[in-house]
C-alpha cells in the first residue's frame, strides 16, 4: 500500500492555515460565539462520552482533520491491522492485540489464531481462577495469598495499573504485587513479609532475557528455595512468555507456563495471559467483561465514521495541538484515584509507541510526533503542577477522566472530585482577563494602587485545550474501553505523522549497552573497551561503595 505520511497531504497545509487563524481566537470566544457548542463537540459511544468544546477548533479544523484521516488511509490501516497484516515492518510482524479480546467466532486474525488465542486464553483462566479459589496451592498445601508479578515495561504496567484500577473487584482474592525495577528494594520489601508457603511467583516476560526481570526472578527462585528447599520451587512459580527454551531453562512446570505470541507488542499484552494476576484478582467473569470492554472500542474503532470515531478523534485532536497548535506535551488527569498508574501506563502506551523519528520508509521526519505524556491524578495535581498549566509559559493538551459514580461507594467525594475536575476543565479553558481581575478586586474596595499591582498576576490567559471523557462507573468493561481508546488513538497518530508505532528500537540501544556494562560495574580494575568517562565513573562508584 502507497502510504503518504499526512505533513505531505494538501489538508495539512490547509490545517496550517487554519492554525494560525484559529491561534488568534480565544477559546471563550468560541463559545460565545456559538451556543450549540458543546453538543457540536461532544460525541458518545459505547458509554464513554467525550466532550472537546474546550479544545480550540472549530467544525472547519475538525473537517480537514477528517479529511486527513482520509487521506493517509487510516481505515485501510486499521483493516489491514485487523486482518492479521504485517503492518509492523521493522519487525515484520502482525499486530493483533485486537484478537486477544475477541470474543468465539470472530475470527479476528484468522481461524488459526482466533483457535491459538482461545485455547490459551481458556488454559490462563483456569489457572488464575484455581489459584483464586485456592484449589492450586503452594508446595505445602496452602493457598496462595499473595502473587508476586516480576515483570517490567508492558510485562508490569498493563496489569499493576488494572489490578489498582479495578481493586474494588478484588476481594477475597489474594493480595497482587508488582515488582519491576532492578535496584532490589521492592523485591526485598515484598519478601520481607512474605510467606513462602502462600506465595506465587509469575514471571511476566515476552522475551524471557529482559535483565530487570531476570534478576528479580532469580533472586525470588533463589530465596524460595532457601525457604521451602528446591522441591518446592515449580509449585510457586508460573511464568508467561514467547520463549520456551527459557521457560525451560528456569524449570517453570509445563502446566504453569503460558504462551505469548510475537504479534502481540509487550505494551499491548495485557489482554493476553499478561494478564494472570489481574485475571487472579479480579477473577474469571471480571476478566471476560475487561476483554468485552476492549472488543466494544475495537468495533467502534472498526466502524464508526471518523465524525463519531472516539478514538480517531482523540488521535487527530491530539495531531492538532501537537503539529499544528504547537503543544508538545499532554497531562492524563484521572479523578479518580484508583487510576493512578494510567498515566504511567499512557507513557508507555504513547511514548514508546509514537516517540519514532523516522517515517516508514526509512526518512528523518520533518514534524514533530509523540507529545511528552505524563500525569497524576487531577486533586493532586490541583496543587502540584496546575499553576504552570495555568499561568506558566509552558503549555499541555489535557485529558481529563471522570467517572460519574465514586468507586469507593461514598458519593460524596466523588461529587466534590467531579466539582473540582468541571471547575478545572473550565478555567483552563476561560482564563480571567484583567477586566474581570480588576473588577473584582474593585468589588473588594481595593486602592486602586494595589489593585494596578495585583492585576497583572492574577490574569489567566485561558485557551488550554482539554477533552473531559465522562462515564458512569469504573468497572472492568469501562477500564477496557479506555485502554483500546488510547490504543487506537496511538495507531492514528502513528498513521498521520507515517512512522511505525510498533517497534521500540531506541530501547534496545540501552539494553545492549547494560549488559556489556554489568561485569565491569563489579570489577572496574579488569575492565576492557569501557568508554573512558564511564570507566572514570566506575572507579568513583567502587570508591564510594567500599567506603564505610
Ligand atoms: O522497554 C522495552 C521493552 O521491550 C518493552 O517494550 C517491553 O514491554 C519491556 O521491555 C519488557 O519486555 P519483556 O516482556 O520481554 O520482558
Known amino acids: 500500500m502507497q502510504i503518504s505520511p499526512g505533513p505531505r497531504t494538501s489538508a495539512w497545509a490547509d ?21 450549540g457548542r458543546f453538543e457540536r463537540f461532544t460525541r458518545e459511544a459505547v458509554g464513554l462520552q467525550m466532550d472537546f468544546s474546550r479544545q480550540r477548533i472549530d467544525e472547519m479544523v475538525l473537517g480537514k482533520l477528517t479529511e486527513l484521516a482520509d487521506a493517509v488511509k487510516l481505515r485501510e490501516r486499521i483493516d489491514a491491522m485487523f486482518r492479521g497484516e504485517k503492518i509492523n515492518r521493522t519487525e515484520d510482524r502482525a499486530v493483533l492485540h485486537v484478537a486477544l479480546r475477541q470474543p468465539p467466532g470472530a475470527q479476528i486474525g484468522g481461524a488459526d489464531i482466533e483457535n491459538q488465542v482461545m485455547t490459551e486464553r481458556e488454559r490462563m483462566l483456569s489457572f488464575a481462577e484455581s489459584v483464586r479459589h485456592g484449589r492450586i496451592a503452594g508446595s505445602t498445601g496452602k493457598a496462595f495469598k499473595l502473587v508476586v508479578n516480576i515483570g517490567i515495561g508492558g510485562s508490569d504496567l498493563g496489569p499493576a495499573m488494572a489490578v489498582q484500577a479495578l481493586q474494588r473487584y478484588t476481594e477475597s482474592a489474594p493480595h ?15 519478601l520481607a513479609t512474605a510467606d513462602p508457603a502462600t506465595t506465587l511467583f ?33 509449585a510457586h512459580f508460573a511464568a508467561v512468555s514467547v520463549n520456551h527454551e527459557a521457560m525451560n531453562e528456569f524449570k517453570v512446570h509445563p502446566d504453569y507456563r503460558f504462551q505469548m505470541w510475537d504479534w502481540v507488542g509487550g505494551r499491548y499484552s495485557l489482554w493476553s495471559s499478561i494478564g494472570v494476576s489481574l485475571a487472579i484478582a479480579i477473577g474469571r467473569e471480571n476478566f471476560n467483561r475487561f476483554l468485552a470492554g476492549g472488543h466494544a472500542m475495537d468495533e467502534h474503532f472498526r466502524t464508526a465514521p471518523w465524525q463519531t470515531n472516539l478514538p480517531a478523534l482523540a488521535g487527530l485532536v491530539g495531531v492538532w495541538n501537537i503539529s499544528f497548535l504547537n503543544l508538545p506535551t499532554h497531562a492524563v488527569l484521572p479523578y479518580d484515584d484508583r487510576l493512578k498508574r494510567f498515566p504511567a501506563y499512557l507513557q508507555q502506551l504513547e511514548m514508546e509507541s509514537n516517540g519514532k523519528s523516522t517515517t516508514l ?29 495555568h499561568q506558566g509559559t509552558q503549555r499541555a493538551a489535557l485529558d481529563f477522566i471522570l467517572p460519574a459514580k465514586s468507586s469507593c461507594g461514598d458519593q460524596n467525594h466523588q461529587d466534590l472530585a467531579i466539582a473540582n475536575c468541571l471547575a478545572q476543565a473550565e478555567a483552563f479553558m476561560e482564563g480571567q482577563s484583567a477586566e474581570v481581575v480588576r473588577a473584582a478586586l474593585e468589588r473588594q474596595k481595593m486602592a486602586p494602587e ?9 490574569v489567566h490567559e485561558g485557551s488550554r485545550p482539554s477533552t473531559v471523557w465522562l462515564f458512569a462507573k469504573l468497572d472492568p468493561a469501562m477500564l477496557g474501553k479506555l485502554i483500546a481508546l488510547y490504543e487506537h488513538k496511538v495507531l492514528t497518530q502513528g498513521v498521520v505523522w507515517g512512522i511505525n508505532s510498533f517497534d521500540q528500537w531506541g530501547v534496545e540501544l540501552g539494553k545492549k549497552l547494560a549488559e556489556q556494562l554489568a561485569p565491569a560495574v563489579k570489577d572496574p580494575a579488569a575492565a576492557h573497551s569501557v568508554p573512558a568517562g564511564v570507566l572514570k565513573l566506575l572507579q568513583r562508584i567502587d570508591a564510594l561503595r567500599s567506603a564505610d
Open 15 to 35: 490545517l496550517l492555515s487554519h492554525a494560525a487563524r484559529l491561534s488568534a481566537v480565544p477559546t471563550r470566544e468560541l463559545f460565545a460565539r456559538d451556543p
Open 176 to 190: 497482587c504485587e508488582f515488582v519491576s525495577n532492578i535496584d532490589g528494594n521492592h523485591l526485598y520489601d515484598v
Open 202 to 234: 509469575i514471571v511476566a516476560s515476552k522475551t524471557f532475557v529482559t535483565l530487570e526481570t531476570l534478576t528479580n526472578a532469580r533472586t525470588a527462585r533463589a530465596w524460595l528455595k532457601g525457604k521451602l528447599g528446591e522441591a518446592a520451587v515449580p
Open 361 to 389: 520508509d526509512g526518512r528523518p521526519v520533518e514534524w514533530p510526533t509523540a507529545p511528552i505524556v505524563w500525569g497524576e491524578p487531577g486533586d493532586n495535581a490541583q496543587h502540584s503542577f496546575f499553576q504552570l498549566l
Open 450 to 458: 494595589r489593585i494596578a499591582e495585583l492585576t497583572a498576576h492574577k
